[in-house]
């Protein structure tokens, strides 16, 4: 039961910091929020099964939409057609 109380507490942090200003528009809460996440992602997933943990996927994905965004072009960039 642990680690769905922490990941809704980090869901509830996530969605709490992306309301407040920032001057780096967010990024260094973004850095932070993926350190803790990617544990707790797999505590979850270890602990109450991969649908779960597949719903917590897709839940901090949301919420670090951005972040996600700026690795897929970046993947796509470097790994995409020789031109």
């Known amino acids: 039961m642990a680690p769905l109380i922490l990941a809704c507490i980090w869901l509830i942090v ?18 932070a ?5 990617i544990p707790l992602l797999g505590w979850v997933t ?5 649908f779960l943990g597949l719903g917590l996927l897709i839940a901090g994905a949301s919420v670090l939409r951005w972040p996600l965004i700026y690795l897929w072009r970046w993947v796509r960039r470097h790994l995409g057609p020789a031109r």
């Open 14 to 31: 996530a969605n709490v910091v992306a309301m407040l200003p920032s001057r780096d528009h967010h990024w260094r809460a973004a850095y």
């Open 33 to 37: 929020l993926i350190a803790l996440g």
């Open 46 to 50: 270890y602990m109450h099964g991969p």
